[in-house]
């Protein structure tokens, strides 16, 4: 389309397209409608580095490295590659340690020396603890659960804010501590894999959080 300068109609007054031009340029602007695919999550408040420690099945000082993603995903998988744990954060991750909200922790079983091979054996009422920042956070296991990589409801139902209840608002800080079924799908005859090399089935226990400490000092328990 042609593009023509501003001209006053000659059966206008020049008056009244005056008046009608200083109108317009004094309304406010209009904002512009949000995006509609975007769905609020909780904050993240402290996204660090943190150690997990599990005494119940001997995981003691296990470094967790966080990045923004999601579970599992190839920059997730690539940290815990190197034989210790990966936390994702973002829109399509969880929170920090301790914060409102699922504090996603997740290590290999069977790879990299097997960090959460017993993580199966994990029984409801155990302690799992985090440390970070000079605080310990202690997580207590309440229910367990299996995600399937192939399905998204299932994945999303993982990283949402309260596990296992996607669109449900967080009202505790909670955590979800994750490893691969890799023995279980084989012997079961389900040698599917996706990108990452990653089976299909994921063991998620799940805790809430019950105490907050300054971290122990080197000894202490």
């Keep these: 389309m042609t593009q023509h300068p501003f001209r006053v109609s000659r059966t206008v007054p020049k008056a009244l397209v005056c008046a009608t031009l200083t109108l317009l340029l004094a309304a406010p602007a209009v904002a512009a409608p949000a995006d509609r695919e975007q769905v609020p999550r909780q904050a993240v408040a402290r996204v660090q580095e943190a150690v997990l420690s599990i005494p119940a099945i001997g995981v003691s000082g296990l470094a967790v490295i966080p990045y923004e993603g999601s579970p599992d995903d190839a920059p997730g998988t690539l940290i815990q590659d190197r034989g210790v744990a990966s936390s994702p954060y973002g829109p399509r991750g969880g929170v ?121 000092e080197p000894g202490g328990q």
């Design 96 to 216: 920090g340690p301790g914060d409102v909200g699922n504090y996603i922790v997740n290590a290999h079983r069977i790879s990299a020396g097997g960090p959460l091979w017993a993580l199966p054996s994990l029984k409801t009422g155990a302690s799992v603890y985090v440390t970070a920042d000079g605080v310990r956070y202690e997580y207590v296991i309440t229910t367990t659960r299996t995600t399937s990589f192939r399905s998204q409801a299932s994945m999303d139902a993982q990283r949402a804010a309260v596990p296992g209840s996607p669109g449900t608002a967080p009202t505790r800080a909670m955590i979800t501590v994750s490893t691969c079924l890799t023995p279980e799908d084989n012997a079961a005859g389900n040698f599917w894999r996706d990108a990452q090399n990653n089976p299909e089935h994921r063991l998620d226990k799940i805790g809430v959080l019950t105490a907050t400490e300054p971290e122990p």
